[in-house]
C-alpha cells in the first residue's frame, strides 16, 4: 500500500489537462541527470499510453551519453541543437509539464519561451522552495526523487495498467540515479514498494545498473583516477573533502557530459569524511556538487554560500566567477558554516 501523499485537488486538476490536452511538452532542466530523464521520459510513455499523440520532450542541452538506451530517448528534442523547433513545439502546446526543476532559470536559455507559453503549465518537482510560474505546482520535497513523484502522480490518477514497461524502466532509472543506487535520500520502505511495483511490469533493474554505471569512456576511467590521486583535498578536521577540475582538465582526458557523474560521492568511502564537493569549470560558471552522510545539511551549504538547494544529504548549486574564487569560498564556507545554528 502506498499513501496518498499528493492532494487530491492537485491530482482532480491535473488529470482534466490530461484528459483534454491533445498537444504536450514536456520540459527538464539543463544537464539533464538521470532523475531529469527518469521523470521525462515516464511521463512521456505514460502519455502516449493513454492516447496522446502529441507529446515531446524537451531537454535544454545534451544528456550524457549513458542515457540513450532509455526507451524514448531518441525522440528527444534538445532546445540547443533545434532552438526554433523547440520553440514553436513549447508555444502551441496547450499542456506543458515542468520536471525536477523548481524555478525557471533551471532550463536556461529556454527559461523566456517558457515562461511566455500560453499552455496550462503543471510543475512537478522535489527540490525546496518552488517559484510560482506554474498553473499548478505539485512539490514534495521529502520525496526521494521526481520518477517516484510521477509513479505516484499516475497511481493517484487511477491509471496504473497504463504505466507499461517502457515507462517503468525510465522511472526506475530516476529514483536509482537521484538516490546514488539508493544509498541516500532512500530509507523509507514505500519506495521499495514502488521498486517491487516496477519489476512486476517487466523491467530489469540489474541491466538498468549496467547500462547506467559501466558503460563509461576509457577517459573517464582515468579521468576518475586523476581527480582522486592528483585533485583530490581532505579536510580532516572538518570531516570534509574536496575535488575541483578545470576545464583544461576536462578536455585533457576528453571529456564529454556525464563524465563526471558520481565524482562527488567518491570521497564519502573515505572514514572520516562525512561531507564532500566536487567543483567544476563549466562554460560560463562553476559548478558545484555537494554530498554528505549523517545529519550535516548539504542544502544549507548550497543556498547559503552557492545560490543552490536540494536535499538534505544531495545538493547542488553556482559560483559566478573564478575556480580559484570558487575554491577559497569553499574554504571560507567549511570554516564557518555551523549546521546546527541553521536548522
Known amino acids: 500500500m502506498i499513501s496518498k501523499i499528493i492532494k487530491e485537488e492537485q491530482i482532480?486538476?491535473?488529470?482534466?489537462?490530461?484528459?483534454?490536452?491533445?498537444?504536450?511538452?514536456?520540459?527538464?532542466?539543463?544537464?539533464?541527470?538521470?532523475?531529469?530523464?527518469?521523470?521525462?521520459?515516464?511521463?512521456?510513455?505514460?502519455?502516449?499510453?493513454?492516447?496522446?499523440?502529441?507529446?515531446?520532450?524537451?531537454?535544454?542541452?545534451?544528456?550524457?551519453?549513458?542515457?540513450?538506451?532509455?526507451?524514448?530517448?531518441?525522440?528527444?528534442?534538445?532546445?540547443?541543437?533545434?532552438?526554433?523547433?523547440?520553440?514553436?513545439?513549447?508555444?502551441?502546446?496547450?499542456?506543458?509539464?515542468?520536471?525536477?526543476?523548481?524555478?525557471?532559470?533551471?532550463?536556461?536559455?529556454?527559461?523566456?519561451?517558457?515562461?511566455?507559453?500560453?499552455?496550462?503549465?503543471?510543475?512537478?518537482?522535489?527540490?525546496?522552495?518552488?517559484?510560482?510560474?506554474?498553473?499548478?505546482?505539485?512539490?514534495?520535497?521529502?520525496?526521494?526523487?521526481?520518477?517516484?513523484?510521477?509513479?505516484?502522480?499516475?497511481?493517484?490518477?487511477?491509471?496504473?495498467?497504463?504505466?507499461?514497461?517502457?515507462?517503468?524502466?525510465?522511472i526506475y532509472t530516476g529514483m536509482m540515479t537521484d538516490t546514488g543506487s539508493f544509498t541516500y535520500n532512500s530509507n523509507k520502505p514505500e519506495i521499495y514498494v514502488i521498486v517491487s511495483e516496477l519489476i512486476k511490469k517487466g523491467i530489469d533493474k540489474d541491466l538498468i545498473y549496467r547500462k547506467v554505471n559501466q558503460v563509461y569512456s576509457e577517459g573517464r576511467l582515468r579521468l576518475m583516477g586523476y581527480a582522486l590521486y592528483e585533485k583530490m583535498r581532505v579536510y580532516p578536521e572538518r570531516g570534509a573533502a574536496l575535488i575541483v577540475l578545470s576545464r583544461e582538465e576536462l578536455k585533457r582526458f576528453q571529456y564529454k557530459p556525464g563524465d563526471t557523474e558520481g565524482f562527488v560521492n567518491l570521497p564519502l568511502s573515505i572514514e572520516q569524511v562525512q561531507f564532500s564537493a566536487f567543483i567544476r569549470e563549466d562554460n560560463n560558471l562553476i559548478k558545484v556538487s555537494l554530498r554528505s552522510v549523517g545529519d550535516f545539511p548539504c542544502n544549507l551549504f548550497a543556498s547559503t554560500y552557492f545560490n543552490g538547494g536540494g536535499h538534505k544529504n544531495a545538493s547542488g548549486g553556482e559560483f559566478y566567477g573564478t575556480l580559484d574564487e570558487a575554491v577559497a569560498l569553499f574554504e571560507r564556507a567549511l570554516a564557518e558554516f555551523d549546521p546546527t545554528a541553521q536548522r
Open 12 to 170: 482532480q486538476k491535473a488529470k482534466k489537462y490530461v484528459e483534454k490536452g491533445e498537444r504536450f511538452v514536456i520540459v527538464t532542466h539543463v544537464s539533464p541527470d538521470g532523475d531529469a530523464m527518469g521523470s521525462s521520459l515516464g511521463l512521456y510513455h505514460f502519455l502516449q499510453a493513454y492516447g496522446k499523440d502529441n507529446v515531446t520532450v524537451i531537454t535544454p542541452n545534451a544528456f550524457p551519453s549513458f542515457y540513450r538506451w532509455m526507451p524514448g530517448a531518441k525522440e528527444i528534442v534538445i532546445y540547443d541543437r533545434y532552438p526554433d523547433f523547440a520553440e514553436r513545439l513549447l508555444k502551441k502546446a496547450d499542456v506543458i509539464f515542468c520536471l525536477d526543476f523548481n524555478e525557471p532559470r533551471r532550463v536556461d536559455k529556454l527559461a523566456p519561451t517558457l515562461l511566455a507559453a500560453e499552455g496550462r503549465k503543471v510543475l512537478i518537482d522535489h527540490h525546496l522552495d518552488p517559484a510560482d510560474f506554474c498553473r499548478l505546482t505539485i512539490s514534495y520535497p521529502q520525496m526521494s526523487s521526481t520518477s517516484e513523484m510521477i509513479f505516484r502522480f499516475i497511481c493517484r490518477m487511477g491509471m496504473f495498467d497504463l504505466l507499461n514497461r517502457d515507462a517503468a524502466a525510465c
